[in-house]
């Protein structure tokens, strides 16, 4: 099993609508870092977040760290949401990210 | 600011040759971490440096791979020999500081051994 599990694996979603992707980890955590991969492209940091929620544009992030569980929601969704999202946590005290598996979300206009 | 930097940003090679892949990290960042990602193992930490001196490389896969960092500014992965097996993107990040801070991330190296 691994340590970082996010779901769904694959979203298909309408322009306009609310999506949600999460993220459920097993190990204690200092962090946890929400990711965004467009096809063939490179890798942006969206959040980093250790308690609550933030919020930056049409993206929200929130954080139960009692319950080890990440939520990514998109408000809005446009086409260019398109990408692969991928949530990556620090285990413990330690510089190293652990990664999930990423989901792969479409946006269809 | 320039973010990180990376090249090339495409390489074919064949095996066999030896492949070296290079980043510059945000100025002050003093940590440098380079991943590897794969269709089928996803993003995996390789090694990571701190103020120039390799941390941790238990991700390095093998002898073939080795990494330097010969000033804060500059970072090499090389591969000797590559195989078609390195075939993947390599990314390089950077973050200030140590424990939860956010990462960086380069544009990528994509690399395929023929």
């Known amino acids: 099993k691994n340590e970082v599990e996010q779901s769904p694996q694959n979203l298909t979603a309408q322009e306009g609508e609310f999506i949600t992707i999460n993220c459920s980890y097993s190990v204690g955590i200092s962090a946890l870092h929400w990711l965004q991969q467009h096809p063939g492209g490179g890798i942006v940091s969206l959040f980093m977040?250790?308690?609550g929620k933030k919020k930056h544009g049409r993206l929200i992030a929130t954080i139960n760290i009692q319950e080890k569980h990440s939520s990514l929601h998109i408000t809005a969704s446009h086409p260019r949401d398109s990408a692969v999202y991928i949530c990556a946590v620090y285990g413990g005290a330690t510089n190293k990210l652990i990664f999930g598996t990423g989901t792969l979300l479409a946006v269809q206009p | 600011d320039a973010g990180v930097i990376q090249s090339p940003r495409h390489e074919v090679t064949e095996m066999g040759q030896e492949v070296t892949l290079r980043c510059k990290p945000i100025?002050?960042?003093?940590?440098l971490f380079w991943y590897r990602q794969t269709m089928m193992r996803g993003l995996e930490l390789l090694i990571y440096?701190?103020?120039?001196?390799?941390?941790?490389d238990s991700g390095m896969p093998e002898d073939r791979f080795s990494a330097k960092m010969p000033n804060a500014s500059f970072s090499t992965l090389k591969i000797q020999p590559s195989e078609p097996r390195d075939s993947a993107v390599y990314f390089c990040?950077?973050?200030?500081?140590?424990?939860?801070?956010?990462?960086?991330f380069g544009p990528g190296t994509r690399l395929t051994v023929l």
């Open positions: 440096f701190n103020n120039n001196v390799p941390i941790d």
């Open positions: 100025s002050g960042h003093d940590y």
């Open positions: 990040a950077s973050s200030s500081s140590g424990g939860a801070r956010e990462q960086f």
């Open positions: 977040l250790s308690s």
